[in-house]
Every structure is written in structure tokens, then in C-alpha cells.
């Protein structure tokens, strides 16, 4: 996995700055992002038959601050997500049979770099804790919960419709867990993200 992180991270450099020439304009912002993670993949490990299993859902809330220049911008995110049935978010309230109910918490470090016109890379590390919970109505057992916090690394791309508003995918596998176990977990989201610029600074080069 390190390896893998590795490489990645090369290629997304190499291939990102091919081409390109030195700015003559020196941009410069900072501002916040809201995103919105509406649609969901978890790989999970389910504690009541003890396998890993796979999950999609939707919803989720997000927000970060950030620092672009040029090509080149770093933001740090937090946010949750969800797996609710219906892409509206209308929560499942039946109290039938049995259900499994996966979501997360998240914070993470990423860099983004624009590759080629609206199209962009992204790369960082993050921490995630995986909330678990298992209830079964017909037997009326107690309610199973766990929570499995851990570190992992992101990589993504994003598509930038205009200034503010921009459509991403996220995959976010683990390299350890703060856990007793070795199981793989990973997150994947699609994103909708608004970007807020808060303050800009625009520096032309001389020469």
C-alpha cells in the first residue's frame, strides 16, 4: 500500500506538470468549501457474521478551508457521511426485520492541482472513523455498535464546472487502523462542492 502511495503520488507530480511554463500572474486566495458527499461506497467489516462486506448510500455534509496559488491549492476537509436508501435523504424509519447502518466521520489533508483545462488531481491523508450498527427488530436483540478509527490516504479527481462550483471523486483506503485488526476498510464519494472565496491577492511578475 505504501508502495502504491508512492507511485501515485509521483505520477500525479510528472503528469500534472508537464508543459507547463511559469505564471507570469502570482494568484493568490484563501477562502472555504462546502461539499456535499451525496453519493456513497463503504467496504466494512460486519461484526455480526464477522466478513467484510461492501455498502452504498447517500448523503453526507461537509466543509474546509483553503489556500490556492495558481494550479496549486491545499485544504483541509471534515465531514460525515451517510448511507441513506433514498438520494433525497429521507431516512428509513420501519422498525421491521433487520438493519445494518453504516456512516462515517472524516478529517483530511489534500492537495489539489489542476491537470488540464477544468480537470484536476487530488492527493492527501486522512483519518476516518467508521461507525457501525447492527438492530434486529424481529428478535428484539440489543443494538450492536462499533466504531473503527483509521489512516488512510486519498486520491481523487475533480471537474470544475465554473469558479465556484465543482464535481469530485474521492477513494479513501486505509493504510492502518487504531484497531486490534487487520481488516481493509475504504470510503469512496462522489462530491458536489461550492467554493467561497474569502480573500484574494493577485501579484504580477516582473520580467
Known sequence: MKIFFVFIFSLFFIV????????????????????????????YYDYKENISKNKSGFFGLGIATYYQKDKNKISFNVGTTEDLSSPVGIIDY?????????????????????????FGGIIGLNFINYKYQYINYTDHL??????????????????????????????????????????????ISVDIRINLELKKKRKINQG
Open 142 to 187: 440489543p443494538v450492536l455498535k462499533r466504531a473503527d478509527k483509521t489512516l488512510g490516504y486519498t486520491i481523487g479527481a475533480e471537474y470544475k464546472f465554473n469558479k465556484f462550483i465543482s464535481a469530485a471523486l474521492f477513494y479513501r483506503p486505509i493504510l492502518g487502523s487504531f484497531e486490534a485488526d487487520d481488516y481493509y476498510r475504504h470510503l
Open 94 to 118: 420501519s422498525d421491521k426485520g433487520q438493519k445494518i447502518n453504516i456512516g462515517s466521520t472524516f478529517a483530511e489533508l489534500i492537495y489539489h492541482r489542476t491537470i488540464y483545462n477544468s
Open 16 to 43: 500534472s506538470t508537464q508543459g507547463q511554463s511559469t505564471p507570469k500572474n502570482n494568484n493568490r486566495s484563501f477562502g472555504i468549501t462546502l461539499s456535499f458527499p451525496w453519493l456513497n461506497f463503504y467496504n
